[in-house]
């Protein structure tokens, strides 16, 4: 279990991360969401022992980042938002060094690195040179590197920056299964929709504060508690008004012409009655659908995007 | 407790990941090859145009041939030695900072690596490397013994010697490596810091084969220079009846001064998380050499010898001629640990200096708080700076006074009064530069050009207006120099002292006075900031 209390990072008068907490159990998945500058990298690399909070700490399966670094750091494979890769050694070599480092028994690291390589499917470069991989492969021998002393707890800063559509989809399949290996995994992304289909937890932070924290649906309700349906009517929408906002549950009703945007919230019954209004009241009803939520404007309306 | 203790040892010096990733890179490629070469080429042609020039002299005396091939060794070695001097430096030197560049840093960090640890592993990689030189030159080094010039305790004694000098060079190159932001910047601090290193040394060894005149019985630093290794590897110093080999007391010095720099290599990559650990060590080490340099050699005045009269060839044999025994004089003793002391020029304005570099911020957190001495804040460096003085000082004196020849204190307390206001005094123009708000770097510069304000120019100018004069330096002007007291010519008295030391303490009362409005204001500023 990791808990993250109200930690807080100060560069002289700047505060960068301002008091943010959250919980995450062996399991999770957890979407970092942020614009730019907002504090995910700080608030990261202060979970990996790499920067002193100003104040707040974070404490995983018992081991606090600021009183036991060594032990925190026995159980984190941390990928940063580079590569920071070594070009003049072998793939396989690169792993070898950091099983090493990663205190791995020197009997144990060739099983290691093969298991690795196979999960990341780099089983066929294992003896390239760093250098010569392409990006995509690069990354992927990143988080190969992350997993080489199978960490309780990954921290993926941006990863899927610059990976092409299929390498994404192929992280992210990544992703959710070491999830379902019990891991606790921390994905940071400018971009929500990005990470909604596949984190069962979202955070939002803004400006050093964590603006929300939940399940990515509970995150929309609250942002988008009215849902909103869209009628395509044959002729002008505006004679329907007036008919509509009798039923109970709608709240209120735009017309752009011939179509209408009608904010409800009621139950099932009430909703039908949209429909059988729309139909008996003669408007040529086409089409009537639910509008969908857009995890975009959910997260722009969020963020101000205006850091610092 | 122990045991983890000595699973981390293990884990450091056995085995260990970084040397055994640079050395496999150090291997690899056309690079090595290139450089092996070029290294042999040289090696062989130096020796193959010496030999003929011994070769040249067939028919001469006996002992004539004799001296010619103990120079074709000598010369042998020198060549090995600059070598030595020329390679390691760049390989350390650039360790760190490429991996800064490279950004790897912060990834080997995220595993459960202390700097320690790293920092070893980098340096047991240079080191192997040079023994790889040195190995290269074995056949060299063994036509030397075949042919007369040395034997092989010589070439043992002598490859070790280099060894560890290599060593040193690789550690100044690595601390000097974490400090820096550019390539360049590094590899050129590297070389003019080792070159002053070997300059200095260079001096001192040859001073000392001034000293001590039975066979091989040498005052220790004659092995302190590389390019000397093939007279004064194979000597021995005689500690308490022991013979014990100038190569073993070198070493041990120069461990002590890798340990040093690894540890301000390690408090810079562990963001102050070492500091403590190398101030302790700073302190404990200035004791024991404060200690044990006071009376080095049974009362030849080690220490200053060392220090002070190892520039100064005249007093040299003047203490030479004076002999064993002769009991040590507070001016000597003052000005040796003066001169011990005198390194931490290099950093006072780090440690006293407040302001931002760019990442973080220094506070100017108070002008002394005893409790913050072995802390990384300004107000600790004063504190700092008054420790180290205090235990070196008083470990010169309490060695006199188990010797049984206790120094003179009224003469003697002149200087540590005179040390102290001297740190006392760049640590106020220190405050005072911070102050001003440029930033770290910015009152680095500044304290740097007030040194060579203070400290330099007036050695070039008096050096100037006494140019052609009989005995330059023991002209009056001389006595307006702030170092006066404790330069080895002439004979300063410990009043020069005193009165100097005076005079600091009141040039820091008002430098420091100066700066405290301007600093009132910065923390002001700060804490809006903050709130
Ligand atoms: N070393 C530093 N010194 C001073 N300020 C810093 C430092 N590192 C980060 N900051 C500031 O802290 C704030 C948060 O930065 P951070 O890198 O955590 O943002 P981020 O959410 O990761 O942004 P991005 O999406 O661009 O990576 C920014 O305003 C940044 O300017
Ligand atoms: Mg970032």
């Given at each position: 279990m990791l808990e993250v209390k109200k930690l807080r990072k100060e560069y002289g008068g700047l505060t960068a991360v301002n008091g943010v907490s959250f919980e995450l159990q062996p399991g999770d998945i957890f979407g970092f969401i942020g614009s730019n500058g907002a504090g995910k990298t700080t608030t990261i690399r202060m979970i990996s022992t790499l920067l002193e909070p100003t104040s707040g700490t974070a404490i995983l399966n018992g081991h606090d980042v600021r009183k036991d670094p060594m032990a925190i750091r026995r159980s984190i494979g941390y990928m940063p938002d580079f590569f920071g890769l070594y070009d003049d050694v072998k793939v396989w070599e690169y792993l070898d060094f950091f099983a090493a480092l990663y205190e791995v028994p020197p009997r144990d690291r060739p099983g290691v690195i093969d298991n690795v390589l196979e999960l990341t499917d780099l089983t066929v470069k294992r003896d390239a040179f760093v250098q010569s991989l392409s990006r995509g492969?690069?990354?992927?021998?990143?988080?190969?590197?992350?997993?080489?002393?199978?960490?309780?707890?990954?921290?993926?800063?941006?990863?899927?920056?610059?990976?092409?559509?299929?390498?994404?989809?192929?992280?992210?399949?990544?992703?959710?299964?070491?999830?379902?290996?019990?891991?606790?995994?921390?994905?940071?992304?400018?971009?929500?929709?990005?990470?909604?289909?596949?984190?069962?937890?979202?955070?939002?932070?803004?400006?050093?504060?964590?603006?929300?924290?939940?399940?990515?649906?509970?995150?929309?309700?609250?942002?988008?508690?009215?849902?909103?349906?869209?009628?395509?009517?044959?002729?002008?929408?505006?004679?329907?008004?007036?008919?509509?906002?009798?039923?109970?549950?709608?709240?209120?009703?735009?017309?752009?012409?011939?179509d209408l945007r009608i904010e409800f919230e009621g139950s099932k019954e009430q909703q039908a009655e949209i429909a059988k209004a729309l139909v008996e009241g003669g408007f040529g009803l086409l089409g009537l659908r639910e509008e969908e939520t857009n995890l975009e404007d959910v997260f722009l309306k969020l963020t101000t995007g205006a850091v610092n | 407790m122990l045991q983890n203790w000595i699973r981390q040892t293990r884990r450091t010096y056995f085995g260990n990941a970084a040397a055994q990733r640079d050395f496999r890179v150090q291997l690899r490629g056309n690079r090595s090859i290139i450089v092996f070469g070029l290294y042999l080429a040289i090696l062989i042609g130096v020796a193959y145009i010496q030999y003929r020039g011994v070769e040249s002299q067939a028919g001469v005396s006996l002992s004539t041939i004799q001296y010619s091939l103990k120079s074709f060794y000598s010369t042998i070695m020198a060549l090995l030695a600059g070598m030595v001097v020329l390679i390691t430096p760049a390989l350390a030197a650039t360790a760190i900072i490429v991996e800064r560049q490279r950004r790897s840093l912060d990834l080997v960090f995220s595993a459960p690596v202390e700097p320690r640890y790293y920092l070893v592993g980098k340096l047991m990689a240079v080191y192997r490397y040079i023994w790889m030189l040195l190995i290269l030159a074995l056949p060299v080094a063994a036509a030397c013994v075949v042919l007369g010039g040395a034997n092989w305790l010589d070439v043992l004694s002598a490859f070790i010697l280099l060894s560890f000098?290599?060593?040193?060079?690789?550690?100044?190159?690595?601390?000097?490596?974490?400090?820096?932001?550019?390539?360049?910047?590094?590899?050129?601090?590297?070389?003019?810091?080792?070159?002053?290193?070997?300059?200095?040394?260079?001096?001192?060894?040859?001073?000392?084969?001034?000293?001590?005149?039975?066979?091989?019985?040498?005052?220790?630093?004659?092995?302190?220079?590389?390019?000397?290794?093939?007279?004064?590897?194979?000597?021995?110093?005689?500690?308490?009846?022991?013979?014990?080999?100038?190569?073993?007391?070198v070493g041990a010095l120069i461990l002590v001064f890798v340990r040093m720099c690894l540890l301000g290599a390690g408090s810079v990559l562990s963001d102050g998380r070492e500091i403590k650990n190398l101030r302790m060590s700073w302190t404990v080490i200035m004791a024991v050499i404060g200690f044990a340099l006071s009376n080095f050699g049974g009362g030849a005045t080690g220490a200053t010898f060392f220090m002070t009269r190892g520039l100064n060839p005249g007093a040299i044999s003047a203490q030479a001629v004076s002999g064993t025994g002769a009991?040590?004089?507070?001016?000597?003793?003052?000005?040796?640990?003066?001169?011990?002391?005198?390194?931490?020029?290099?950093?006072?304005?780090?440690?006293?200096?407040?302001?931002?570099?760019?990442?973080?911020?220094?506070?100017?957190?108070?002008?002394?708080?005893?409790?913050?001495?072995?802390?990384?804040?300004?107000?600790?460096?004063?504190?700092?700076?008054?420790?180290?003085?205090?235990?070196?000082?008083?470990?010169?004196?309490?060695?006199?006074?188990?010797?049984?020849?206790?120094?003179?204190?009224?003469?003697?307390?002149?200087?540590?009064?005179?040390?102290?206001?001297?740190?006392?005094?760049?640590?106020?123009?220190?405050?005072?530069?911070?102050?001003?708000?440029?930033?770290?770097?910015?009152?680095?510069?500044?304290?740097?050009?007030?040194?060579?304000?203070?400290?330099?120019?007036?050695?070039?100018?008096?050096?100037?207006?006494?140019?052609?004069?009989?005995?330059?330096?023991?002209?009056?002007?001389?006595?307006?120099?702030?170092?006066?007291?404790?330069?080895?010519?002439?004979?300063?008295?410990?009043?020069?002292?005193?009165?100097?030391g005076v005079l600091f303490f009141f040039a820091a009362a008002a430098l420091y006075a100066l700066s405290i409005n301007r600093t009132k204001q910065m923390t002001r500023t700060l804490e809006v900031d903050v709130a």
């Open positions: 492969m690069q990354q992927r021998l990143c988080l190969a590197r992350c997993l080489v002393h199978d960490p309780a707890l990954l921290l993926l800063d941006e990863p899927a920056s610059g990976l092409d559509p299929r390498a994404r989809s192929e992280l992210k399949e990544l992703i959710v299964e070491l999830g379902r290996m019990g891991k606790i995994v921390i994905v940071s992304s400018h971009i929500l929709p990005e990470l909604a289909d596949f984190c069962n937890t979202v955070g939002i932070i803004e400006r050093g504060e964590m603006l929300a924290f939940g399940g990515v649906n509970e995150i929309v309700r609250s942002m988008q508690p009215v849902r909103a349906f869209k009628a395509s009517l044959i002729r002008d929408g505006e004679g329907a008004i007036p008919t509509l906002t009798r039923i109970p549950g709608v709240l209120k009703v735009e017309s752009n012409e011939s | 000098h290599g060593l040193a060079y690789a550690a100044v190159g690595l601390y000097v490596s974490t400090i820096s932001t550019k390539l360049i910047g590094a590899i050129g601090r590297t070389y003019i810091t080792v070159m002053v290193i070997v300059f200095v040394t260079s001096v001192w060894a040859g001073a000392g084969f001034a000293f001590g005149t039975q066979g091989r019985e040498r005052p220790f630093t004659v092995a302190m220079s590389p390019f000397m290794v093939a007279d004064g590897g194979n000597t021995y110093t005689v500690l308490s009846g022991f013979q014990v080999p100038n190569w073993v007391l009991s040590v004089a507070a001016g000597d003793l003052g000005t040796g640990a003066f001169w011990l002391l005198f390194p931490f020029i290099f950093s006072i304005f780090g440690v006293s200096a407040f302001g931002t570099d760019g990442h973080g911020w220094q506070r100017p957190n108070g002008w002394f708080t005893p409790k913050e001495v072995f802390s990384g804040t300004p107000a600790g460096a004063l504190p700092f700076a008054l420790l180290l003085t205090t235990v070196t000082f008083v470990g010169q004196y309490v060695n006199t006074s188990l010797s049984g020849s206790a120094v003179n204190v009224v003469a003697y307390l002149p200087y540590y009064f005179y040390s102290v206001g001297f740190w006392t005094l760049l640590w106020a123009a220190t405050r005072l530069a911070s102050s001003i708000g440029g930033g770290l770097k910015a009152t680095q510069t500044t304290c740097v050009l007030f040194c060579i304000i203070l400290l330099v120019a007036p050695v070039v100018f008096f050096s100037l207006i006494n140019a052609g004069i009989d005995k330059p330096f023991e002209q009056p002007v001389w006595n307006f120099y702030i170092l006066r007291p404790v330069l080895p010519v002439g004979t300063p008295t410990f009043l020069s002292a005193l009165v100097y």
